[in-house]
């Protein structure tokens, strides 16, 4: 259990909680609850083009984190159909690979089905997206990343919790699900 909060804590890395947070980079109100999952804070980071994360999280535990970032370029083209934020999904996997080899986590085992795309109908971004399991020691966790671009931004949602969580997988969609529609400014 202890490896599960470092290692959630490293992906988290949040400030005190507040009710909610203004996002000027992407012109988004994050409220105080998505999909259950409270708001635990905000962090921007030093250096500008790593950007901000935006944390929530419950008890069980399950933890959602929102990164909002430019890597230092320019432009990014919206959606995930650019080269620039395919390239850059295929380095942020390779980033989860490395937490194994950096003796962070014990093993992370890329799902067999690879990269994906979502198919959300109606409003809001699609995203890139893969699905791994990271054996923390006492426990596995399972965790899902995702990748788009948006107003020359990356925004990448990562939702981890563990794997014997009940309902985990369900609730991790409907986060994601619920952000979408957040980030899309979609009215229903």
């Not at 426990?139 to 969580?165: G, P, W």
Request: hydrophobic share 35%.
């Amino acid at each position: 259990m202890r490896q599960f909060i470092l290692f959630a804590t490293l992906c988290m890395t949040v400030a005190s909680a507040n009710a909610e947070t203004y996002e000027r980079s992407i012109d988004v109100t994050f409220p105080n609850q998505v999909a259950g999952l409270e708001f635990a804070g905000r962090k921007e980071f030093p250096q500008k083009e790593l950007g901000v994360n935006i944390g929530y999280q419950r008890t069980g535990p399950m933890r959602g984190a929102i990164f909002i970032y430019s890597g230092g370029l320019s432009s990014i083209p919206s959606g995930t159909d650019g080269t620039i934020v395919k390239k850059h999904f295929e380095e942020v996997i390779r980033e989860v690979k490395q937490l194994e080899s950096q003796g962070r986590v014990r093993a992370v085992n890329l799902s067999k089905v690879g990269e994906q795309v979502t198919t959300y109908p109606g409003c809001g971004p699609q995203f890139i997206w893969r699905t791994y399991e990271m054996d923390l020691g006492e426990e596995v966790a399972t965790a899902y990343t995702y990748l788009t671009a948006m107003k020359n931004n990356f925004v990448k949602l990562r939702i981890t919790f563990r794997k014997d969580l009940p309902n985990g997988e369900r609730d991790a969609a409907q986060f994601v699900q619920q952000m979408r529609k957040l980030l899309g400014a979609c009215k229903n």
